[in-house]
């Protein structure tokens, strides 16, 4: 059995509660992690650790639990970069420009998305991240829908249906046929491609009896629910994502008392996406309320070539402590473990005996420096699957 043994950790964060200092984080100090196969087989004490076949230096660095990206749209043609300009001038974002992508996403080859999802999926490596969602949502017709997750099963087992994204222009007077479409022919060829179906529940998109309606059908083909929720305004979003019991409600920008209220009573994840409020010059949602009332959060990119064309989580961390009312290790964990959770994975976001051997190294001593030095390529060296890479 191959074993590789990483040891001179200076900071070792677990996200195993009551294991060391840093609350949830689960600090370790003078520590080192042995790794055989795919798995963390051993971690504690540097002192203890066992032989292995190879070491890993790690000088002093911290290490950390590979970043676990839930909310990804990597699957696309083009770009709207102009649209990004014309947003920083003033104009404000309303969702259309998604319209503009489906155009190119139609019209290219199979080569050319699986491209761009392999490029993004390796940028996002090089930035530490071991685990990723992505998502479809720029077809938006059978053919286009079902292409798009079996190229996004290439590089990732978490893959979700967005056909409900917007309503395509040739149904644009035909939303309830659309919906027709989504929850019949679409599903059936995109469901063995997906394991979690998403609806854009939002004004200019899909209403909440739309979005149960394709979320229940989702669920009875067998797949988990996952929902965009209260980005551009108010809405039923997040409190239809508690009734499904869906694993995450996504951007959770304008909530009110009674959506704080369910999300804390409920098993479902408010997942944060600040890059999208970067982008499009919008509120950041209150991650610090949200804390506070005891809701799971996780952070996400929501990488896609409209309102957040960044694959970078330590951005994203940065982006929570400064706007959003996160402390580092809140924002950390958020991004990690926090993932996971958003998407019902115990076996990542965690270094333990048994947790796959996702991990980063730092090119600093603690991970406080994530968000203490943004835009800085503080990756040093990631482990994917007990593979350095």
């Known amino acids: ?30 520590a080192a992690i042995l790794v055989e196969e795919d798995r963390v087989a051993w971690l504690g004490p540097a002192r203890y650790a066992p032989a292995a076949a190879r070491r890993i230096d790690a000088d002093g660095a911290a290490v950390l639990p590979g970043f676990v990206d839930s909310h990804a749209h990597l699957v696309f043609a083009g770009d709207r970069a102009a649209e990004f300009a014309a947003r920083m001038a003033g104009q404000p974002y309303t969702g259309g420009g998604i319209r503009t992508t489906v155009a190119a996403t139609r019209a290219a080859s199979d080569d050319t998305l699986r491209g761009t999802v392999r490029r993004l999926r390796a940028e996002a490596l090089r930035q530490g991240t071991t685990t990723i969602e992505v998502k479809s ?14 190229i996004a099963t290439e590089v990732t087992g978490e893959t ?28 059936h060829a995109a469901a063995p491609y997906a394991k979690w179906i998403d609806v854009f529940c939002e004004r200019g998109a899909f209403d909440a009896d739309h979005a149960r309606a394709i979320l229940t059908c989702g669920q ?94 330590p951005f994203c961390v940065a982006l929570a402590v400064r706007e959003m009312g996160m402390t580092p290790a809140e924002a950390v964990w958020a991004a990690t473990a926090g993932g996971a959770r958003a998407l019902r994975r115990d076996d990542v976001g965690v270094l333990a005996p ?36």
């Open 1 to 30: 059995m191959s074993s590789l043994l990483i040891d001179n950790i200076g900071e070792l964060v677990t996200n195993v509660a009551g294991t060391g200092e840093g609350g949830k984080l689960g600090i370790r100090r003078d």
């Open 160 to 187: 979700t249906f967005l056909g409900a994204h917007v309503v395509p222009t040739e149904y644009a007077d035909r939303p309830d046929d659309y919906v027709g479409l989504v929850c019949g022919p679409m599903l």
């Open 220 to 313: 009875a083909a067998g797949l988990g629910v996952r929902l965009h929720a209260n980005q551009l305004g108010p809405g039923p979003g997040v409190q239809l994502a508690v009734e499904l019991g869906a694993a995450s409600a996504d951007h959770c920008t304008h909530l009110d008392d009674a959506d704080v209220d369910a999300l804390a009573g409920s098993a479902t994840v408010a997942t944060l996406l600040p890059g999208a409020e970067f982008s499009t010059r919008s509120p950041y949602p209150d991650a610090r309320r949200l804390l506070d009332a005891r809701v799971t959060v996780a952070l996400a990119t929501d990488c896609n070539p409209g309102s957040s064309y960044t694959s970078s989580m």
């Open 137 to 150: 949502g720029y077809g938006l017709n059978v053919a286009d829908e079902a292409r798009s997750l079996r």
């Open 354 to 389: 048994g947790a796959r051997a996702d991990l980063m190294i730092l090119d600093a001593p603690s991970h406080l420096h994530l968000a203490y030095r943004p835009g800085v390529p503080l990756i040093r060296q990631v482990l994917h699957n007990g593979v350095p890479r």
